[in-house]
């Protein structure tokens, strides 16, 4: 078979080891330098062509470290830490990304890479003599097959649009193309192909009851859930090229109505449900289970202990351990300050989500400054993993039961004009197991579009907080400028202590305490010994103005103290510093693969 002659011209070929998660998936070659006939003669050797694409979505360039951890960065949650550089992840992370940036690169051309695999698997399986010769079980096994490959390219396009928008459409083997050179394809394009390629992928693929295979392989409620997900996108607002402006999906209530019916056989098929613990659900992830309802969906295995194949989640951002203590980490990703205080103070989500501690060299906890808060749903110290190791093998959610919930819940508000009793109580779901024990502070649902509309806002932002999701859902809603505006204002508000924010104490005073990794986020927090003024309650601490005195025996600790006027707006320290609307929503194309593809433009002013 000819080389793949599309990632040479858009670059070096990013070869990788093929290995993945689950234990029954065995090494791969290469199938761009195999015979296409052979390599899909059997269901063996056409399953080992798609150990292949899944490949392509592990890893340092892809949900390993870039696409989930860097890409994301910022949105009203979370930011990289760090000063700025236009040529690292903290260019990204604050919308001042050059075209230069490093960082770019390989993700772009892995995604493709993906696509080249899943476009062999797409060609050639439909020809196999399986479907000729096979039994009806091998011919079942080659649909399937197929529908994972048809289901993996939907992805590797949906992050190349998320993360630039108009993109090369292929979709043929690059032996297959009239010419090499392809120019940008309008996205609405690829998203209605791709859209009906997972139309037809979810009639190939089973149900998790039928498939016999952990959350890391594709089943039929991940194509629904995927699709659900590209639909709003295509529905929603997507920065444009000519006009170079913000605007909404033509057709939008045909793909609100592929939302709402892809969401509802989810919700009614049985398979999946909300764990009934909110961090279990991720506990589960740090050791390559499924948690116990089956809230994740699909995840994007981790494995091998290098950067080809495992991932940094839990290394690069989660929970910081200092350098010398039993778990080295960077927690490289920080709370926005004010992201704390979205949450209400019996919210569950809350300590699991932001990591208001932090473990020191002699393995004590102890508190974090209120501008050096993490992302708590990954923890090294949930593994059983020590020392200085990077890789830690823990799976990234890339779509969980509550998400299916929750997207449901909006077709059904944009479809009917206002929210059914179904989408009321889909989202009740959610924010029930955020309060419980607590569902008297769980507040009122609202019933009009435009507040309904408006709480499946906010409640996104709880749920699903470090996820890598907030910045793309704000970007279809078009609220991404309006929210990294309201988040200024917010933490101009907190460093004057003024509005919501007049009664956050400036210091919290604590003691070093013993760290018990299997206690829970909320008790492991709960352990740290703060001092509580007489007459407070121990959950009002974060919510009652600083004591006159300092108490005996106690450390300081900055807490709203620690943010000011450079962590808002600085050129180094800025929140989004370098966000332009209608032109930053997107990023831009690495140089180089500009360079390499005469046909290929920068756009969106870079």
Known sequence: M?????IYILGCLVILSTSISCSDFLDAENISSSNES???DSTADTFTALIGVYNQIIGDDAYGQRLNLYFPQSADDFKISGDYNCNDRRGISTYGSCTSNPDLNKPFLKLYSGIERANLCIKNIPLSPVYQTGSVADKALMDRYLGEALTLRAQFYFD???NWGDVPMQMVPSSDLETIYLAKTDRDVIYDKIIADLATASALVPWKSKSNTSNTRITKAAVKGLRARIALARAGYSLRREPRVMAKGSNSQVYYKIAYDECKDIITSGEHALNQSFEAVFRALHDNSEDAAKEVIFAVGAFGGNASTDSKIGYFNGMRHSDNSNWKSSGGINAIATYFYEFGKFDVRRDVTVASMQINDANQAILATGA??????????WTNITGTAQNLAIDWPLLRYSDILLMFAEADNELNGSPSQDAI??????RNRAYAGNLGQAGTIPTDKAGFFDYIVHERLLEFGG?????YDLIRWNLLATKIAETKQKLSNLLSGTGQYANVPSILYYKESAYDKTKTAQAALQAIDIYVPAGVNRSDVYYTPTPASAPSGYKAINWRAAVNAQYISDPLKGYAQYFEANRKELLPIYNDIIQSNYNLTQDYGY
Do not use: P
């Open 2 to 6: 000819k080389i793949n002659k599309l």
């Open 38 to 40: 052979q390599q899909f």
């Open 160 to 162: 190349l649009i998320k």
């Open 372 to 381: 050096l808060c993490t992302d708590g749903k990954f923890r090294k110290s």
């Open 425 to 430: 109580n889909a989202v009740r779901l959610v």
């Open 467 to 471: 996820e890598g999701l907030r910045k």
